[in-house]
């Protein structure tokens, strides 16, 4: 009933070490507390002719308080493991007791005699208030009576009957001790038993609310990230802006990039593929372009291209399913040309798959995508709104937003021939216009999308040439 497991009882140490420690302290005050009561008493009945120096008992006592305030320190600096502590608190208890018994044999008289029906208040500093536990407090106990009792037994007490009462009181303290020292280390070992299970129900019930988040953030197709995660992103991104607003922090020491690139992605011609392939090829298919999108961009941010040099949390660097065919991903970038080569570097991911699509003009699955670049000084705007509930509101606007104006780049894409990259710029207000003129520009994607549709280069097209709008 007083013990548990090794590993248990190790952490049952560990949490009542300190508290133990503390107890052990006060019973030392409270046994110097009483061996100046005995100083004072032996003080008086000594010969009014002795000096102090001279007077056995009281300077025998007194040694005893040094050492006692000595094994105080000792205990505050917490040098004892659980083992040490009790032996040497037993010891030090022993102590006690054997100098009072030594007393009444060295001196003979009746006031030593008298002071050994008190020594029962010794077993009961040491297990109640310095707390032992019940195994060390039965020790104590034990050689504390054999202590009294060969005392009593062996020397011509001045009464008759003297060693008896002397020997019951003390068993009459040690006994009532006993009982609350098994009481008392129950009741501490239920309540870490109690403490540890509430514990671990708060840890599963973490556990499981994480998980649960994970889930609710996770695609099941495709094991990516949903669009629930982008908000999440976008929040990270707000507090980089802060810092970087604010200073560079010593837990932040690379500033984060100045702007944000959102890209929409949508699988060319997806419904056809599944009409010829079946829905199940078009799981599969989906699946592999997932891959293939987080693993390109995990590249592209181990090699410092995507991404704030400084992040360490790959979740925000990651490909989203939005819904259906279409992807996003929302991530730091220098400036529009790197946000460029990042989304063409995305889109050439996908055709050098060469998963074959006989419905596609390309005979392979394509990507088209529309990208949005933001400065990251966006996300600052309205600040002062203490209201956590109100800034996450007006970042999901502004996520909309963002969201709405890649969307018109990727139509654009989709309008203008496929398989292809074209921008829509924000112009700070809220709405977007795309990269020059429509007739212009798309006319001349179009001639640059005919002439180098079918040479495309090994590792990824240049900036500006085939499929960039």
């Known amino acids: 009933m007083l013990s548990f497991a090794p590993e248990l009882e190790r ?21 110097i507390i009483f061996q100046l009561m005995f100083v004072l008493y032996d003080t008086v009945y000594a010969p009014v002719t002795m000096p102090v120096t001279e ?32 032996a040497l608190l037993v010891v030090t208890l022993w102590g006690v007791i054997g100098l009072a018994a030594w007393l009444a044999v060295r001196e003979n008289h009746l006031r030593c005699f008298l002071e050994l029906y008190a020594l029962g208040v010794v077993p009961l500093v040491g297990i109640v208030l310095m707390q032992l536990r019940f195994v060390t407090a039965l020790v104590l106990s034990s050689g504390g009576m054999a202590i009294v009792m060969s005392v009593a037994l062996s020397v011509s007490m001045p009464y ?59 695609d099941p197709l495709t094991q990516l990230y949903n669009r629930r995660h982008l908000i999440e992103v976008i929040k990270q991104h707000h507090g980089d802006a802060q810092q970087a607003k604010n200073g560079v922090s010593v837990s932040h020491p690379v500033p984060p990039l100045p702007c944000l690139a959102l890209m929409m992605m949508d699988v060319d011609h997806f419904k056809a593929f599944n009409d010829h392939y079946g829905h199940v090829a078009g799981d599969n298919c989906l699946y592999q372009i997932a891959q293939a999108l987080q693993k390109t961009l995990d590249r592209e941010r181990s090699a410092g291209i ?20 279409e992807f996003t991903v929302l991530v730091a970038v220098r400036d529009l040309e790197h946000a460029r080569s990042l989304a063409e570097a995305l889109r050439y991911a996908i055709k050098s798959l060469k998963l074959p699509h006989r419905e596609s003009e390309l005979g392979v699955v394509t990507l088209s995508v529309g990208l949005c670049v933001i400065p990251l000084s966006r996300l600052l705007e309205g600040e002062g709104m203490e209201d956590e509930m109100t800034r996450d509101m007006a970042l999901e606007t502004l996520l909309t937003q963002w969201v709405d104006q890649a969307d018109k780049g990727l139509y654009r894409a989709k309008r203008h021939g496929r398989n292809r990259t074209c921008v829509q710029r924000d112009n700070g207000n809220g709405k977007a216009r795309p990269q020059g003129s429509d007739d212009q520009r798309d006319g001349l994607h179009d001639e640059r999308q005919a002439a180098q549709q079918d040479e495309l280069p090994d590792h990824r097209p240049p900036m500006g040439g085939a499929g960039l709008s």
């Open 11 to 31: 952490g049952f140490e560990q949490f009542e070490h300190r508290r133990r420690m503390s107890r052990a302290a006060l019973g030392c005050w409270s046994l």
């Open 306 to 325: 995507a991404g704030s040099l400084d992040w360490d949390d790959a979740a925000l660097a990651s490909v989203v399913r939005f819904g259906g065919e």
């Open 160 to 218: 008759a009957h003297m060693d008896f009462a002397i020997s019951f009181v003390f068993m009459a303290f040690c006994l009532f001790s006993l009982i609350a020292s098994f009481r008392i280390e129950f009741s501490a070992r239920h309540a870490y038993l109690m403490t540890s299970i509430d514990q671990l129900r708060l840890q599963d019930v973490e556990t499981r609310n994480a998980e649960l988040q994970e889930m609710a953030c996770l």
């Open 55 to 86: 007077n056995l008992a009281v300077m025998t006592r007194l040694y005893v308080c040094i050492a006692l305030a000595i094994l105080v320190l000792v205990l505050k600096s917490e040098v004892c493991r659980s083992v040490g502590r009790e």
